[in-house]
T-cell receptor
């Protein structure tokens, strides 16, 4: 295992539901990321947090709301999603240390199905 | 904008034979290149990265990659394939975002190793 855990592993929700995805890293890293992986499409970077501050929002719709309370935890709050939001959501973390070429380590993902 | 291309959707190879998974890149400045592997229902696992120096990079599970600046390529190789190497392989290029990194991934190549 990579030291990055994600819960739940599977989630089925209706379009009117509100749910949250959780990511936790046990690697002492400073940066955390959310990606979306859809069939037949490249991985899409959604958000980047560095030292708890959001440094990247890749034009993600507001129905996805990230939260990073500390460098070890990252949440993705979901509300009023659309069926096309069904995908594998991957969390990653990286050391983000000055003077190094960063390597990201990924969690196992949450398989989201929106009905 | 930086990008990588994986020209093959799928590569088929017999166990024991050498394998190559192709990747070409387009960057401004020095390229920082990565290979990741994804097994079914799992997140991405880091295999190796090129920063600078030796054009042949060795990574996990017996994989290596050859950086070729004149051909702007970073092909993944293994001298002798195993059935357990069957998975989805992603090439990525790093764009620096402060100390954290922003990775742009290719579309992935499915490797199928048969007996």
């Amino acid at each position: 295992e990579t030291g990055v855990t994600q819960t739940p592993r599977h989630l089925v929700m209706g379009m009117t539901n509100k749910k949250s995805l959780k990511c936790e890293q046990h690697l002492g890293h400073n940066a955390m990321y959310w990606y979306k992986q859809s069939a037949k499409k490249p991985l899409e970077l959604m958000f980047v947090y560095n030292f708890k501050e959001q440094t990247e929002n890749n034009s993600v719709p507001s129905r996805f709301s990230p939260e990073c309370p500390n460098s070890s935890h990252l949440f993705l709050h979901l509300h009023t999603l659309q069926p096309e939001d069904s995908a594998l959501y991957l969390c990653a973390s990286s050391p983000a240390e000055v003077g190094t070429v960063d390597t990201q380590y990924f969690g196992p993902g949450t398989r989201l199905t929106v009905l | 904008a930086q990008s990588v291309a994986q020209p093959e959707d799928q590569v088929n190879v017999a166990e024991g034979n050498p394998l190559t998974v192709k990747c070409t890149y387009s960057v401004s400045g020095n390229p920082y290149l990565f290979w990741y592997v994804q097994y079914p229902n799992r997140g991405l696992q880091f295999l190796l990265k090129y920063i600078t120096g030796d054009n042949l990079v060795k990574g996990s599970y017996g994989f290596e990659a050859e950086f070729n600046k004149s051909q702007t390529s970073f092909h993944l190789k293994k001298p002798s394939a195993l059935v357990s190497d069957s998975a989805l392989y992603f090439c990525a290029v790093r764009e620096k975002t402060g100390t954290a990194s922003k990775l742009t991934f290719g579309t992935g190549t499915r490797l199928q190793v048969t007996l």
